[in-house]
């Protein structure tokens, strides 16, 4: 078992960066998981990791152990691949246990290593099947059951399942993570696609552009995303974001968005001031699922809004609906039974608003933490 440390990793490809100034502790048996939208660095971070890209800047390390200069073969981590490239005129047994006959493992501990990973993720009954006699799925296990005999510190995954359909990811998914469960060696898995991150993930690190944005468990990320990016990125439907200026003073202080008034949630007063003092302007962001509609009680806010169109869901009823000028999804009970053109009353519970700064992008409540906390 191993951590691995980016201690300000660069990486540049000539003029374009890829990693910029990294710096993030994995921990010894935790399922890491890298992700943010195509170009943003996590292959790169990887592949980093694995020994196949050199390093531009700054310090790698896999345990105590500084690896910037260690060969792959000798950093003892195992990849899975996207693309599986298993041999194809070799049984599963043979694939399983053709990188230890390289690595000149002795037979009675080739014969252990690949019967246990046959165990381990239900390969018993294939071992004599050629991969072509196998399902998609099926040949993504023998991919990661090859990663597995090797017994690694650290397990590599870049994508590995986005070649399977939509089914059998779900079910891989759970695989990996039971599998995680069983052998409780540091994962770091790389995807573009939020859900794997927050399904599998004990932490996820989200990346944009070369940058880390957060690092922090799913929940973490989910009720605190420390800017707009983060905040737009976790979650599906992806959270709301209004344009919104602040009016009015005192208790009476709004944000206020065309004929839309939202009271100034009560955490967020001080940093706000009232539309005498700042006058400023913010982007309010709200989760579909944390909208609702019907009457207000509580503390909420209203705002009017007319269904565009209507997605049924069975249980649910995803609704894009215009408001306050602007189109806002709304994920509500499917027993409302929203018609396309029906005028609605939106509520919006205040203690679920995020707020962010316009320039910078950042949340108004990760500021206030950090200030907190200095
Ligand atoms: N060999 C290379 N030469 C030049 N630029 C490269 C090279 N490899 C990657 N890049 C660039 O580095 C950036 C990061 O690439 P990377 O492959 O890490 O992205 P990614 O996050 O894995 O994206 P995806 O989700 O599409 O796989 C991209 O802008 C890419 O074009
Ligand atoms: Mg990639």
Do not use: W
């Amino acid at each position: 078992m191993a951590t691995v440390t980016f201690d300000h990793v660069s990486k540049r490809y000539g003029d374009v960066v890829a990693v910029n100034d990294l710096n993030l502790e994995i921990r010894d048996g935790e399922f890491m998981v890298l992700v943010g939208p195509s170009g943003c660095g996590k292959t790169t971070s990887l592949r980093m990791i694995a020994g196949l890209e050199e390093i531009s800047d700054g310090t790698l390390r896999i345990g105590d152990r500084v690896v910037n200069d260690v060969a792959p073969k000798d950093r003892d981590i195992a990849m899975v691949f996207q693309s599986y490239a298993l041999y194809p005129h070799m049984s599963v047994r043979d694939n399983l246990a053709f990188g230890l006959k390289l690595r000149k493992v002795p037979k009675a501990e080739i014969d252990r290593r690949v019967n246990q990973t046959a165990e381990t993720i239900q390969l018993q009954k294939l071992l004599n099947r050629k991969p072509k006699e196998l399902s998609g799925g099926q040949r993504q296990r023998v991919a990661l059951g090859r990663a597995i005999v090797r017994e690694p510190a650290v397990f590599l995954m870049d994508e590995p399942l986005s070649n399977l359909d939509a089914k059998l990811r779900v079910q891989t998914r759970a695989e990996i993570a039971r599998l995680h469960q069983r052998l409780k060696t540091t994962i770091v898995y790389v995807t573009h696609d939020q859900v794997e991150a927050m399904t599998m993930g004990t932490r996820i690190a989200v990346m944009s552009e070369g940058l880390l944005q957060q690092v922090g468990t799913p929940q973490e990320l989910y009720d605190r995303p420390v800017n707009r990016f983060v905040a737009g990125f976790i979650g599906s439907p992806a959270m709301n974001f209004l344009d919104v200026a602040v009016k009015g003073s005192g208790d009476g202080t709004v944000l206020e968005a065309n004929e839309v008034r939202i009271p100034v949630p009560p955490r967020f007063r001080q940093i706000v001031g009232d539309g005498a003092g700042s006058g400023g302007r913010f982007i309010a962001g709200i989760r579909p699922e944390h909208l609702d509609i019907g009457q207000a009680a509580g503390d909420n806010a209203i705002m009017p809004a007319t269904a565009d169109v209507v997605e049924y869901l069975g249980n649910e009823e995803l609704l894009h609906l215009t408001a306050a000028g602007q189109d806002i999804v709304a994920v509500v009970d499917a027993e409302h039974r929203v018609r396309p053109g029906d005028q609605l009353q939106v509520i919006i519970p205040l203690d679920k608003v995020h707020l962010f700064d316009p320039e910078s992008g950042l949340s108004l409540g990760a500021q206030r933490e950090a200030t907190a906390a200095a």
